[in-house]
């Protein structure tokens, strides 16, 4: 995982579990709205991952800056999910503006790393695993890899 | 419009919010898909109780025991002769699984709050974050009933019969085209796909209206009895994929159309699935109503 997710897993690791869930429900909060240009993708039901029990769509892009290549990482999750507002938040967070291979590299068990597998039990956590999966794929599809 | 067979098992928000303050006699549970749900704010007074981490063993593939179950409802302060009222996201699909959970161990009075969280909210009704505390009672719980719980080889023994099967997946994981639901992670997938032989399939949700209250009574024995042919005396028994869509069936049939005797499957599609040697059907049911009408 990159610096700031380490970050992001350390606070998580460091606080009793009341206090993991309070973390979770803010970055549910901070979760950024779908840019304009992707509403209409959305409505369409394009990006959607259908692994998970969720609304979740990832709309991942990859582009040229200053002869780097970054990930841009857009996703919106309607409705009353704030689980998986706060875990794909959490990814947004940390790999939007990273680099394609940071997003390649991202640990597959990322909520055993977290410190956060016993508050969500077993069945969540394959959900997610359809996400992170599809997010992996949809940014090396998209930096042509 | 008759009323379901067991109108007291079914409450309404207005009667939830005029017992709200009875902490002394009523305990509200709230029941969520979702983890956090609960923590953005629930019901005044009203407990958090997580299908997962509260209600399954963490090692083994079971619901928790006994002890443990009698902790759970110590710690909410919960006595065996308190009224539970449970309700939850997504027309209560989980709150009829903890529900469900709950008279396994003979919990005597058991309700749902009919609509759930979505209709509560869509009503305006108050929410908090609060989370209340309640002073430990000592619960003593019976042995688990195992006449509301369907084991494989009473499953198996059950279709050999001829009995009752109510399929309440997709109907393309009934057909058998895809193996896990639609929505769910192809880790949860079964090596074999498709339906216990003699099954009817009824998706779970078709009992539910779009602000995830019930169906009438009408329209469900249209559903079940007249479309699916279903006799309410007959040994009835509902699965899904893991269990869990299957206990709002099973709550459906049981106490809103009076059901004999009706038991879910827990074990399910990822069971019966993977099982070496127990027949699969493929396809569309071959003598429901609903296909050659």
Redesign the interface.
């Known amino acids: 995982m990159n610096a700031r997710l380490q970050e992001i897993a350390d606070e998580l690791a460091s606080v009793p579990r009341d206090l993991q869930?309070?973390l979770?429900?803010e970055h549910?909060r901070q979760f950024p709205p779908l840019p304009d240009r992707y509403q209409a993708a959305r409505d369409a039901g394009l990006g959607r991952v259908?692994?998970?029990?969720?609304e979740v769509y990832f709309f991942p892009e990859v582009t040229e800056a200053e002869g780097a290549r970054v990930v841009r990482l857009h996703a919106d999750i309607p409705g009353?999910?704030?689980?998986?507002r706060?875990l794909v938040g959490i990814l947004i967070d940390a790999y939007d503006g990273a680099t394609p291979g940071e997003v390649a590299a991202i640990p597959d068990d990322l909520l055993r790393q977290l410190g956060v597998s016993?508050?969500?039990?077993?069945?969540?956590q394959?959900?997610f695993?359809?996400v992170l999966a599809r997010l992996k794929h949809g940014v090396a599809e998209a930096a042509g890899s | 419009m008759s009323e379901y067979a067991h109108p007291e098992v079914l409450v309404s928000t207005d009667w939830v919010a005029k017992h709200l303050a009875d902490t002394e006699r009523v305990r509200v549970i709230e029941s969520n898909e979702d983890v956090l749900l609960y923590a953005t704010g629930h019901l005044h007074n009203a407990v958090h109780v997580d299908w997962q981490t509260d209600l399954q063993d963490p090692d083994v593939r079971d619901y928790i025991g006994q002890k443990p179950f009698e902790a759970l409802c110590s710690r909410l302060g919960i006595r065996p002769d308190t009224t539970l009222v449970f309700y939850g996201d997504k027309s209560n699909w989980w709150a009829t699984y903890a529900f469900w959970t709950f008279k396994m161990f003979g919990h005597a009075d058991c309700r749902v709050m009919d609509g759930g969280r979505a209709k509560w909210e869509a009503e305006g009704r108050t929410l908090t974050t609060e989370v209340p505390k309640y002073d430990s009672t000592d619960y003593s719980a019976e042995k688990p009933d195992p006449s509301i719980r369907a084991f494989r080889d009473d499953v198996l023994a059950h279709m050999q019969d001829g009995g009752a099967l109510v399929d309440v997946r997709s109907p393309a994981e009934y057909i058998g085209e895809i193996s896990h639901a639609p929505h769910d992670p192809a880790s949860e997938a079964a090596l074999r796909a498709g339906h216990i032989p003699g099954a009817s399939n009824v998706p779970w949700s078709r009992a539910a209206n779009a602000d995830g209250t019930f169906k009438s009574r009408e329209d469900l024995e249209a559903i079940y009895l007249e479309e699916q042919d279903l006799d309410p005396k007959a040994e009835t028994i509902a699965y899904c994929r893991i269990g869990e869509r299957s206990s709002h069936t099973w709550f459906v049939l049981k106490y809103l159309l009076g059901f004999k005797d009706v038991r879910n499957y827990d074990g399910s599609w990822t069971e019966w699935g993977n099982l070496v040697g127990v027949p699969v059907e493929k396809g569309e049911p071959d003598d429901d109503g609903d296909l050659d009408d």
Request: aromatic fraction near 0%; proline fraction near 7%; charge should be neutral.
């Open positions: 869930v309070e979770l429900l549910a259908h692994e998970c029990q969720a009353h999910a704030p689980t998986q706060a016993q508050l969500l039990g077993p069945q969540r394959r959900g695993a359809g």
